[in-house]
């Protein structure tokens, strides 16, 4: 019970010393409100600035994908080794155990699949990502697309719903068939999707000019790992994407596709949050993958 009197008197003012203010380690991130720093604290890791997301969101799309027919087998095993989780409701609720803690980059645009037109979406109400704790909402945004101005002005509205509840919004660069995924185009549509107010952008890598779309998107940029490649090869694509600037991967196919996914996510891990060289990081990848049971 507080008492009015008789307490200890309060004399620790620290006079003379400057009152701490933190920076903040995301870039174009430094102005945000406190509820938005905690849920990118979360999904970035404060201590390398970079995370490591597991995608397995592209049955909302696709189907039972190759590696994703049971999810609650392969996905589960790989939830300890992520930073984030990026996944559909239907997945998070089905097969994610909530006690995982894990951030969750919720899926929050749908509308089309791979058989038809592929884009044309809507967002979910906000209501349903502060009900499933979302540390970002991920939306496509399907520049120089069929679905340019509907996938913006879907991006907006979440941003404008997010940003009244604190949830930061991640844009999809969603790259149709049509287009080419150089560094004019992807520079060009981070850009568009950072501007119109996304806190993180995701895109594919590309060489060359990579660094030159990183620099030039102001807020952080997480990298697809698209189809699947050699683990070696995937291994280096990443390397390349950190180091010229990136913070981070999104990876699904190259992981949960690799011929030993928990080994994979590990060896992706060193190269984003250790700066394992493509070669350092192919090591730590078949050291796991042999290690007896
Ligand atoms: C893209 O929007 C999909 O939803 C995936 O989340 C994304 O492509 C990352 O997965 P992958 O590394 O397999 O390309």
Request: charged share 20%; glycine share 10%; hydrophobic share 40%.
């Amino acid at each position: 019970m507080a008492e009015a009197a008789g307490n200890q008197e309060a004399k620790d003012y620290g006079i003379g010393v400057p009152q701490k203010t933190e920076g903040f380690f995301l870039k174009g991130s430094g102005h945000l409100d406190w509820g938005m720093k905690d849920r990118l604290s979360r999904v970035f890791n404060p201590k390398s600035g970079r995370t490591v997301m597991l995608a397995f969101d592209h049955g909302y799309i696709m189907g039972p994908t190759s590696g994703l027919e049971r999810m609650d087998l392969t996905i589960t095993p790989l939830i300890p080794y992520a930073d984030c989780l990026m996944c559909t409701r239907g997945a998070l609720r089905q097969i994610v155990p909530p006690t995982s803690n894990k951030p969750v980059a919720l899926r929050v645009s749908a509308g089309s699949t791979i058989l038809t037109d592929l884009n044309d979406e809507c967002v979910m109400d906000i209501e349903e990502s502060i009900r499933l704790n979302a540390c970002l909402m991920a939306a496509m945004v399907a520049i120089g697309g069929k679905f340019e101005a509907l996938t913006i002005r879907n991006l907006t509205q979440l941003i404008d719903a997010g940003n009244r509840v604190g949830i930061p919004t991640l844009g999809v660069n969603a790259v149709g068939k049509e287009l080419v995924r150089d560094a004019r185009y992807l520079g060009l549509a981070t850009r568009v999707i950072a501007e119109n107010g996304a806190h993180v952008v995701k895109t594919y890598y590309c060489s060359p000019g990579f660094e030159k779309v990183a620099a030039a998107c102001p807020v952080p940029i997480v990298v697809a790992g698209g189809k699947k490649l050699p683990e070696l090869e995937a291994l280096q694509m990443a390397y390349e994407a950190i180091d010229q600037g990136a913070a981070g991967m999104d990876m699904g196919r190259n992981v949960f596709q690799a011929e030993h996914p928990v080994a994979m996510i590990q060896a992706v891990r060193g190269v984003v949050h250790d700066n394992l060289k493509p070669k350092a990081a192919f090591d730590l990848y078949q050291t796991i993958k042999n290690k007896k049971k």
